[in-house]
Each structure stands twice: as C-alpha cells, then as structure tokens.
C-alpha cells in the first residue's frame, strides 16, 4: 500500500540531496541539516497522507500546506547565511598591503615567478597596483585602460607564456565594480582546456544504455498516461500493447534529446569538455507517470567567456523548443475536442484545458479553431502529449535561476552579481505564483533549493553584443508565454 508513496518520498529525497550537495560549495553548513530542513514539508504532509490513508480524497488543510513549506525555506536560507563560506573574491574593505599572517605560506608562485608576472600586464593594457595572495589563487588588481577583450586576451597569453596550464587565468568584477585578475590553480593542469575528450569522460556505453532504457520507460508510460493498463502499471505488458508508445516516447526523446544535443555541440565549438546527453529512466508512478526524469549532459572544463556562456545556455531550450512547436501543432491538428465535464486537472490529457498558459491556449484555438468552446476540452494526441511536456521542461530550464539555462542567459547577459539579484527575484515571483497555480509549487520548492549563483566564466568582465540580448530577451519571453495562465480577456477573445 505505501510501496508507491515510499518510492517516490525516496525519489525525491534522492533529488533534493544532490540539489543541496551544489549548495555545500559556498556554505558550512552541514549537508545532512540542510537536507533535512529541505525535506521537512514532504515529511509532514506524507505524515498526513498515512494517517488519513481511510479518507484518501481529503485534502489536507491550507495551514498544513503553507506553514511548513514557508518557515522550512526560510530556515533552509537562515542556515547558508549562517554557515556561508568567505567569497572567493576578497573582502574590498580589507587593506591589499595588509595580507593574512598565513599568506606568505600559501603563496601559490615564489618571488621570481612574481617578477615575471608583473610584467605580464602592459601599463597600456591593465595598469597593475597590487598583487594579493589567497590559497591557490593570485588576485591581481589594479585599473583597467583597454577593452576587456583585449586586455583579457594579452595578458592570458603572457601568463600562458611562462605558467604554461598551470593557471587558469580569471577576468572578473569586484564588489566595487572594478575588473580584476585571479590566477587559479588549474585542476585539469595536465590536460589542456578544449583537448579532446577521453572515452572515460564521454562513457558512450553509458549514454547508449540509459538511451534504450528511457525509451522502453517512456513507452511504458504511455500506457498508464493513456489509462490503458492501471496507475503503477504491470509486470507483464504485451510487446504489441507496449508499441502503441512509440509516438509518445519518440516525440519526447527527440525534444529531449535534440536540447541536450544542443548544449553538448555548442560546448565542442567553444572546445568546452562535455559529456554525452544522459537521459534519466523512470518506471512510471501513478503521481509521476511520464517515464523520464529528462536529460542532462556535464561541462568538465571552465566556460571562456560570457559569449560561451550565453551560447550553451540558450542552445538547449531554444533548440528543444524548435521542435517541439512544430510536434505540438501537428500532434494538437490530430487530437480530438471532448465534453469537458467536471473541474479540469492539469496533466488529465484524455480531457486537457489549456488554458493554464498563454502559449498552449493561443496555438491550441490554432489548430482546433471553433470546435474549441468554454464547455470542451481536448483529447491530446500522443505526440500532442509529449510536445506539451517538451514545453514544460523548455519552460523550467528558462528560470533564471543558478546552474539552469535561464540562470547561465541573465548571467551572461547581466554579470553574475545582477543575474544573482534576478535570480533570487524570479524564486520569489514564483513562488508568490504557486499559490495561485499550485502545479507551480514543486517548482518554486526545487528553486529555492538551489544556490542562486553559477560559476563565473574564464572573462566574466566582457558584455555580449546586441544580438545576443535581444535572443536573451525572447528566450525569457518565451519562458512567461509558457507558465503564465490565459487571462480571462484572452479566452473570451477566443472564445474558449
């Protein structure tokens, strides 16, 4: 009776300590607490589900739902501020003749070495004034006098010139708002940056094996979508009956499939290491039926420059995007328009209202033109079905939040210390939005969950060109298009 329950309580446990294991970089916070606060709401209202187990369809009572959730991520962000580790970055009101007495014993270069790379920055380039020592870190600071570009592009040669891969060399801004240079220990000082990868790293097997295993979950799940076997499914499904999951699973992987794809060639032309796209197999649950977690592929080497950064951010969701457009239109033109009766839910596609975002309203009236009335709903098509979920992971990897894409595109677009402050206000906004549309609420849980900075690039200081801001621009667009709910002066405009 509670296998499925326990299951997915271990699931998303599973989910949320790998999230908070990301956190663990910029905070001593133990993990475990950290954890354990995240975890804390769905604890308690699984405590709910168990001790109502006889009255299965009463919903638990509106303060049970908010007050943990709302007090458990308010401790959750009292504790990294609590524990938060020192900035990589120095403090600026510290005094840069004034270095800690332990400094001179974790001086990554000897005092030859820092002849030679004070002579590294031209005056004409990066007038150089001071020279602080952190562990395994050089913090070269002083005034900029060229175009970042530029003055980023000499002096990585220079240091390249005597340091070899020794150093990874990093172009950022202060808290001031002036540029510095940080020489860092190269962790891959063995391998060069951009080199071709090992068979270890890309795993090919791996890929190929999650690839078919995600393809027969997927058909699986169409099944228990479609209601043709029962919710948790069977142990023995016909091979013919498991076929009638094709579309759906093809459809699904391919927008999958072509996202991660994206990442992965964007990041070999920037000669960014990366692994393979992995997809991630799920059996099909009844409160999670889709058979797939999604894909993701990982960066093994530092991003260059803000330019990368936005290029391998936008690539994925535009490219899944791309496909998934025309899939929906095709699979909504051969979907069938049904009686609506009784309160619609969210993820019932044998009688969908689209009306929960603007996009699926506007390109549902598309296709199905005036058989779409207030009083009908839609009968979606397999291929409808997974273009829908491709919309929904386009829509969640466009927050602009951290490590996802969104969160690399205002980076690159804003700075890192802006894209944060963007970041922060988007958990917020989404979370103030959850009340309203609750199939929001495990999104703003997961957002919150997450630290809201990325990883700078290499050049974090040069800007991207117009062109690129106004891509940023349309990507978030899409992102509002895709979650915001029709407004009532839409639907009657057309007439649904």
């Keep these: 009776m509670f296998l499925y329950p326990l299951l997915l309580l271990s699931l998303l446990g599973l ?19 950290l954890w354990l606060v995240a975890m804390m709401p769905a604890f308690i209202w699984s405590g709910w589900a168990i001790a109502m187990q006889n009255e299965p369809r009463t919903p638990p009572p509106a303060p049970l739902v908010i007050v943990p959730l709302v007090v458990c991520l308010i401790l959750y962000w009292l504790l990294i501020q609590w524990g938060r580790s ?22 990554p270069i000897d005092q030859a070495e820092e002849r030679y790379l004070q002579t590294c920055f031209p005056w004409s380039i990066f007038y150089l004034q ?13 005034q900029l006098r060229s175009k970042p570009e530029v003055a980023y592009k000499t002096i990585r040669e220079k240091v390249e010139e005597h340091f070899g891969d020794r150093f990874l060399v990093v172009f950022q801004e202060g808290a001031n708002g002036k540029p510095f240079f940080a020489l860092v220990t190269n962790p891959h000082a063995k391998a060069l940056i951009g080199a071709a990868p090992h068979s270890a790293e890309v795993r090919p097997m791996w890929a190929l094996g999650l690839l078919l ?7 699986w799940a169409w099944l228990q979508i479609a209601g043709k076997v029962p919710a948790g499914g069977q142990s023995n499904i016909p091979l013919q009956l498991l076929t009638q999951g094709l579309p759906y699973a093809i459809a699904l992987m391919v927008i999958l499939g072509s996202h991660e794809l994206a990442h992965y060639l964007t990041a070999r032309r920037y000669r960014i290491r990366a692994t393979l796209p992995y997809f991630i197999p799920i059996l099909p649950l009844p409160w999670f039926p889709f058979g797939t977690f999604g894909a993701f592929i990982q960066l093994r080497s530092p991003i260059p420059n803000r330019r990368a950064l936005f290029d391998v951010g936008i690539s994925g969701p535009m490219t899944g995007f791309c496909f998934a457009l025309p899939l929906l239109l095709w699979g909504l033109a051969h979907s069938e328009v049904v ?7 969210l993820f019932n596609f044998q009688a969908f209202d689209p009306k929960f975002s603007i996009l699926l309203t506007v390109l549902s009236k598309l296709m199905l033109g005036s058989q779409l009335s207030p009083e009908t709903a839609i009968n979606m098509h397999p291929v409808a079905v997974a273009s829908c979920l491709g919309l929904v992971v386009t829509a969640f990897n466009l927050m602009p939040v951290g490590q996802l894409d969104g969160g690399h595109i205002v980076h690159a677009m804003l700075g890192q210390r802006a894209g944060a402050m963007v970041g922060q206000f988007a958990r917020l906004m ?20 997450m630290p809201a900075n990325d990883e700078p690039a290499l050049n974090d200081v040069t800007e991207l060109d117009n062109r690129r801001d106004l891509w940023g621009i349309l990507a978030l667009t899409l992102l509002l298009l895709i979650i915001l709910p029709a407004p009532g002066a839409l639907t009657k405009l057309l007439n649904i």
């Design 213 to 219: 295993a995600t393809f027969c979950t997927t058909c």
């Design 339 to 345: 009686k609506l009766t009784g309160t619609p839910q």
């Design 130 to 142: 001071n020279i602080e020592y952190r562990p395994q870190a050089v913090i070269c600071r002083g």
């Design 430 to 449: 989404l979370l103030l939005l959850s009340f309203a549309q609750r199939h929001l609420m495990l999104w703003a849980i997961i957002l919150f969950l």
């Design 86 to 107: 020192p900035a990589a970055e120095p403090d600026e009101t510290t005094a840069p003749d004034a270095p800690p007495p332990e400094a001179a014993l974790l001086k």
């Design 15 to 33: 989910t949320t300590f790998l999230i908070v294991q990301r956190v663990s970089t910029v905070t001593r916070t133990p993990v475990w607490l």
